[in-house]
Every structure is written in structure tokens, then in C-alpha cells.
DNA sequence: ACGAGGTTACTAAGCGCTTGCTTACGATAC
DNA sequence: GTATCGTAAGCAAGCGCTTAGTAACCTCGT
């Protein structure tokens, strides 16, 4: 009964062996990790990481790849639900923020550990990345543009909100003051300070 | 004549070394640089690193301690040279953000590989990041009980100050369009609108 | 002035260990 | 009885670091 509907062995094993990976590089760096760590985390043998990945590095591609399709969805349905740019920033940093809090163990992985990626990934994940650097980018330029901004540099302002919900991968642990919902709530208040929203 | 005055030949390959290892570990990370690569680069056989530095872990140490030392002199300076809590503000951003951006090859290592640190050396190194993060806390919420400030949460805004210089050390480069000084500038006016400076 | 004796700065060679990954071989389910 | 899912064992390469040695220089009694 191999199915469809439903998730086989193999898939299971899989994806249990993609989480100990991304627990391990997210703790110790990827170079720090050993196919032994992430095999044994999974509960198997060093040697069944390879029945099911290919490489090391291609578990770190996966988990990388995921990540950022993901951010880079949420960025495009944010700005894509309202007309009015305060509204989409609002909601753009808002969900950026509980995203890298939320999943800052996986959100390490994938803004920290571009480095160790094979130069074709890279090239694939760098084009990702400069999609969502410039959906942001030219949200704020928009508003700008509309005059309901009031940023001396757009760009500058927007490298800025990028900033803020990245580098919440280095410090948010879930098990401080602050819950993703109550740090999006305020970030995104102070990104409208940052791009001048009246 | 070994001098006082002068550098020895010593201290002098002991330097060439420490710069080898910031640029190798800001490049590669930590665990992906070995001691040849440094050696190497400092014009070494592998051997003479152990001849200048106790392991490969102690240069991590020796960088991970000045750029702290450096950090928190920077901030307590900048603090201190006005008792107007925007003044100050605006100075410590602004100095934060000028050294992040000028060494960012080195805040990238001082950031970024504080896991590879030994145990009681990542107290310590703990302990110097406490007192930088207190610092710019204390004054954000100096300024709010002052009343020239307006931030719904102090410390919130404390931290997304930080990540603003932080963050530098992952995507700064020097061939970029923005200089330290002007990058800088911009940032303090941010920081400003960010606690609401009146 | 000079060379014996010591010190400094460095290297060639390699040791013991760990790494990513492979190969050859079971066990279990249908 | 044959796919499927997994393992035991181990290989070649590379790692941090040590050991044993040397060349160049400095010191100082004569």
C-alpha cells in the first residue's frame, strides 16, 4: 500500500531527517554538524541519511529553498492585500516579524548558512532573496511616490525593515517576554515611523 | 634590542595572524576555515600559528573580546557625551552603525560565531554583550520617563535599534552605494522616528 | 674583535582522530 | 519472492595540534 493521499514511511523518514537538520545547523552551524548528529537526532543510522538525501549540503538546500519561498509568499500576498501602502506595510513587517519569530530555529538556518551552500543553490537562493528585498524595496518607494511616506531614502528605509525581522533569527527565543504576535504588532508600528506614514 | 616601544617581530606576526583569521572566519565561518588556511594567508607553515596563539579557538577569542571591548567603549562614550537622551541617542546610533559598517568583516565574526566560542570564554563575551544591550535600553527608557521620547515599549524598541547595527555585518559591503558615514546619518534619523523623539 | 652559548622565530613531518559518504548485506511487509 | 527500508563496517581525505629540529640572531667573556 504505497499511497498517494497519504504520507509514505519513506516521505516520513524524510521529512523527520529535514527537522533534525534543521535543529542541528540552526544550534551549531552547518559546518559544525555532522551526518552523524542529524541521523541519530532522526533516530537512525549514519548511513540512512543517504537512502533518503543526497548530501549534507542538500538537506541545508532544502531547508534553505523552503524557507525563503516561503518568506517570499508571505511578502507578495502582504503587499498584495491592500491598495494602500501603510496598510500593506503594516501587514508586509507584521507577518515578516511572526514568521522569523515563530520559525526563528529554521530562519537562522536559512539567512546564516547561505555561505555553505554549493554555487549553483546559491545562485538560485540569491535570486529568491532579491525578489524579496525588492517587493519591500519598492513598497516603500511607492508610498513615497503616493506622498503618504516620508522617507529621505527609500531604499535605505527599506534595507532597514529587512534588518529588523532577519536579525530576529540571532536573538528571539520562544522562551523570553516577548510572543511573535506581540513583537509583529509592535515592529510594525515602528515601521511606519521608519518610512514617515502619516 | 627587543623594544618596548616599538612591535616586536613577534606581536607583529601574532597581528598578521589575528587579520588572516578575521578574514577567514568572516568569509568561511569558524568550522569551515582551518588553521592552514590562516597560516597560509598570514605567509605561515601550519605549525607557526601554534607558535603565536594557543589554538584555533583562542583567535576566535582574541577577536570575539576586542570587538566587544570596542563596542561597549563606543556606546558608554556616545551615551556620556550628552545628557539630552535624543543627542545621545542619535550619537550612539550613529557611532554603532559607523563601526558596524566600516569593520563589518570583523562584527561579522564577532556576531555570528559565538556558538565556537569554549563554554567559559562565551560567558565572558556574554556578560560584555549584556552590558551593551543594557546601555541602550537604559537610555531609551530614560528618554520615554524624560518625556521626550514616546515608544509604547522601551525596551522592544531597544531591541530593534540593535538589530539595526547588528545586521550590518551580514549584508554591509564596502562596494556597495552606501557609505558608513552616510548609511549612519540615516540610521540615527530612524532610530529617532523609532522611539518618537519629539 | 670574535666566537661559544643561548634565545627567538620558524618549519617538516606526521599522529590520532573525525569527517562525508559508499558498499555490501539483512529484515520486514505484501 | 521481491520491493522497500534500513544497517554494519569501513574507506579516503582532511582535521587540529604536537614533536623534533634548524637557521638566524643576540649576548658577553676574553
Known sequence: ????????????????????????????????????????????????????????????????????????????????????????????????????????????????ELAALRPEHLAEIRELRHRIDQAIRQLVEAGVAAGVFDAPDPKVAAAALLSLGIDLGRWYRHDGDWSPEYLATHYAEMALRVVGAR
Open 1 to 112: 500500500m504505497t499511497d498517494t493521499a497519504e504520507q509514505s514511511r519513506a516521505d516520513a523518514t524524510r521529512a523527520r531527517l529535514l527537522e533534525a537538520a534543521v535543529s542541528a545547523f540552526a544550534e551549531r552551524g552547518f559546518h559544525a554538524t555532522t551526518t552523524r548528529d542529524i541521523a541519530a537526532a532522526a533516530g537512525l543510522s549514519p548511513a540512512a541519511l543517504y537512502v533518503h538525501h543526497k548530501s549534507k549540503e542538500e538537506l541545508l538546500y532544502l531547508i534553505s529553498r523552503s524557507g525563503h519561498d516561503q518568506v517570499l509568499r508571505l511578502v507578495q500576498d502582504a503587499i498584495a492585500s491592500s491598495d494602500d501602502p501603510a496598510t500593506a506595510l503594516r501587514r508586509v513587517v507584521h507577518d515578516f516579524v511572526v514568521f522569523h519569530a515563530r520559525d526563528h530555529t529554521s530562519t537562522r538556518v536559512v539567512n546564516y
